[in-house]
């Protein structure tokens, strides 16, 4: 698919030093509107009847799907609503209107955020997009972890962040062969919750990994979790911003703080039993406001 790029796989030899094994950074952030999400959303919309694209089509995101759904959108002439709140992003709300897409951001925190939804597609008729939680969307990022065994087949762990579990789910119908490790930062963790409670979980999220910061993981990015056996670990704001520098200084990856989330789990500790082993970090999200990115790199 010509509107995809194939991201390439970067070796960081002072990363894998810190875990003692070989360390490959998927650059996913090169990808097409800065992160994964376009190769499920491209999916979802290429799915969609006449009828559902000529109704256009709402979305809700903190900011990377929109950026994706309204790029699709844009590629396929569908009108295009999407709904994020306060305090999201106004980078990343700039770049879905970039795009064509209208952004609704009455809401005042996630939660609301999708009763908006509800409250704009029931008005306008338009055809709901799921961010994440949708198989055709699952299925369609799972061309992330097909390339990742292609291009490096020796890969035993792939360690990448998660929000609403979009990703990870994709990583693991893509790649079966490897082990999957989802990493959240400890005040945005509705997939841990959610894992642990067999079902989704609402939570509150609040992280500077503002494109982590779902506010229930989907059912059936959970289901896919836990039949493709997705190990969870948490890791604290520090961590995420250790990453971000680490991303920044010695990677050259202008990369989101989200995006941070794996290389700052591997960094400190916390990803267990990659001792040895081939890991590959998925590194996708590179929307950062430049203000908030040298905020980061000020800190010690």
Not at 43 to 71: D, H, M
Not at 156 to 172: C, K, P, R, T, W
Not at 256 to 280: I, S
Request: charged share 20%; proline share 5%.
């Amino acid at each position: 698919m010509t509107s995809l790029l194939r991201t390439p796989l970067l070796r960081s030899t002072t990363l894998g030093a810190a875990f003692g094994g070989t360390a490959l950074l998927k650059a996913e952030l090169l990808q097409k509107t800065g992160s994964f999400k376009p190769r499920g959303i491209l999916a979802k919309l290429a799915s969609l009847s006449t009828e559902e694209k000529q109704k256009g089509v709402i979305t809700v995101s903190a900011g990377n799907a929109a950026g994706a759904v309204a790029y699709g959108c844009a590629l396929e002439r569908i009108d295009c609503l999407v709904v994020m709140w306060q305090g999201t992003s106004d980078l990343k709300a700039a770049a879905a209107r970039g795009y064509g897409a209208t952004v609704d951001r009455e809401a005042s925190d996630p939660g609301q955020a999708f009763a908006r939804l509800e409250e704009l597609r029931d008005a306008t008729g338009r055809t709901f997009v799921h961010p994440f939680d949708d198989p055709i969307v699952i299925e369609g990022h799972s061309s992330l972890g097909r390339e990742i065994l292609e291009d490096a087949p020796e890969t035993e762990v792939i360690v990448a962040q998660a929000g609403g579990g979009g990703l990870v789910s994709g990583l693991a119908v893509g790649a079966p062969g490897a082990r999957v490790v989802a990493v959240e930062p400890e005040g945005s963790q509705a997939l841990h919750e959610g894992l642990a409670a067999g079902h989704p979980v609402e939570v509150q999220p609040e992280s500077i990994a503002d494109a982590l910061n779902a506010p229930v993981a989907g059912a059936h990015t959970l289901r896919v979790c836990v039949e493709r056996g997705v190990e969870s670990v948490l890791i604290t704001e520090d961590d995420v911003r250790a990453g971000f520098r680490f991303l920044y200084e010695r990677a050259k990856l202008a990369a989101e703080p989200g995006a941070a989330a794996g290389t700052g789990a591997l960094l400190a500790g916390k990803v267990p039993d990659v001792e040895g082993r081939t890991v590959v970090v998925v590194v996708s999200g590179g929307n950062v406001a430049p203000e908030i990115a040298a905020a980061i790199l000020k800190e010690e």
